[in-house]
């Protein structure tokens, strides 16, 4: 998975990273500072400035994204 790189190279830059995996929390990120598993996407996308998706599970195809609750109105974007 690219997040395996991705989320730590982002987190050693000084970025708050929080994500959701449909399998679980990853041990590879457990000793990341600034990096937190939330437990459905949902949680995952409140307060954030930038959305990134970079997945081809499912359950992550079928989000409206207009419907999620977040809080910050001035979200930078959804990446895909």
């Given at each position: 998975s690219t997040s395996l790189t991705m989320i730590p190279y982002l987190c050693?830059?000084?970025?708050?990273?929080?994500?959701y995996d449909p399998t679980g929390e990853k041990k590879e990120f457990l000793n990341l500072k600034n990096c937190?598993?939330?437990?459905?996407?949902?949680?995952?996308c409140k307060n954030a400035d930038l959305i990134v998706l970079h997945t081809e599970w499912d359950e992550f195809k079928i989000i409206d994204f207009k419907k999620i609750n977040i809080s910050v109105p001035s979200t930078i974007g959804v990446l895909y």
């Open positions: 050693k830059r000084g970025a708050k990273v929080s994500y937190i598993f939330e437990k459905n996407i949902k949680d995952n």
